[in-house]
């Protein structure tokens, strides 16, 4: 694993562009940054990133399998009760998963660490799957990358396969916070490969979802939703004002309501439990979990739920090293045991290795100065060299 240092493309800001991903800067800061990319080799990308996320990925099913009717595992996740019945229907009916991303700490010398799993609402596809490709095909035309450099990259193709899968030929709504420009750009892209998938689509904000009487969630054209996407985490569904009535839809939703189980924090040290010492996690407890004290005065200290690094703290020899703001933190806490992530010229990156339909099948990777990876945090490209 190397970052190796290059020139950019003189025209890629008009390339972006062209391609719909107007959110490559934000704040007047680079979020796309090609003025270096991640170097690996093939034996990495496949011993060290792909078998251990499809490995994880499996641990992670065997979790939900035990915990989805186990009351005591869901108190500790801080569930509401009301939809545990809504989590283990969409279980046992094998609703199913379209995508998810391990987020991991990786060297290129020891065994990837998971740090979390996004495994309801990941973003950043659209630049994985599609703009880093251009990038890496223009790269090789214009000798910034060795000629047969590659990419460990089939999230495009298998994105609309799953599509096939989990359509089954009906409509499909696209919903979540459309004024977000990330956001909207990640749900056009999904739209578009449900769409190449033969899906009619339509996108609605999420504030527009209406009920009828009927049992129905429909669109503005009061058409029922019978499959819909959100990008919008489980969480905030159950606290927002329909929530109530999501038991009683036919309306099949993608990330399915047992995706509410790996999209918490609470996922960490349960992990820790069932497959202690595993070579690919990190010791993790709940915090008020006497056994957490194991972990002495260094130790990563994250809420059960949290977006972009909200509300994390990097704690070492009792003192805190970094933290992030946010509004995270009143459901509870669990700590991890301190990994550093790796320094390359004064960046730490953490790799996100993504699954399509529990296939792990790409990589993107996010650095920045400050090692808790934050919404500010820049995305590079990686080539296999």
Known sequence: ?????????????????????????????????????????????????????????????????????DERTLRRLKIPEAFWPLISTSWHNDEGSLYGRLDLAFDGRGPAKLLEYNADTPTSIFETAVFQWTWLEQAIERRITPVRADQFNSIHERLIEAWKALGKGRPLHLTGLVENAEDAGTLAYLQDTAAQAGLATALIDIADIGWRDDGNFVDLDNR?????????????????AFGARLAGT????????????????????????????????????????????????????????????????????????????????????????????????????????????????????????????????????????
């Open 1 to 69: 694993m190397q970052r190796i240092t290059c020139p950019e493309r003189d025209d890629w800001r008009v390339t972006a562009e062209q391609a719909g991903f107007t959110f490559h800067t934000i704040d007047g800061e680079r979020y796309w940054d090609e003025r270096a990319y991640y170097a690996f080799t093939l034996d990495e990308i496949e011993r060290e990133i792909e078998g251990p996320t499809g490995e994880i990925d499996a641990m992670c099913l065997e979790l939900v399998r035990r915990a989805v009717d």
């Open 224 to 240: 029922a939703i019978a499959l819909a996407f959100k990008l919008y985490p489980w969480e905030w569904m159950f606290d927002d």
């Open 250 to 385: 036919a309306t099949r939703w993608i990330e399915p309501p047992w995706k509410a189980i790996l999209s918490n924090k609470g996922i960490l040290p349960l992990l820790w439990e069932m497959f202690p010492h595993h070579p690919n996690l990190l010791p993790a407890y709940f915090e008020d979990d006497p056994a957490a004290a194991s972990l002495g005065a260094s130790f990563v200290r994250k809420p059960l739920y949290s977006r972009e690094g909200a509300n994390v703290a990097l704690i070492s020899g009792g003192v805190t090293l970094a933290q992030q703001q946010g509004p995270y933190g009143a459901e509870g806490f669990v700590r991890q045991a301190f990994a550093s992530l790796p320094n390359f010229s004064d960046q730490y990156p953490v790799l996100g290795s993504w699954l399509v339909d529990h296939t792990s099948c790409g990589l993107s990777i996010r650095e920045d100065e400050n090692p808790i990876t934050g919404n500010g945090s820049r995305f590079l490209p990686h080539a296999i060299i």
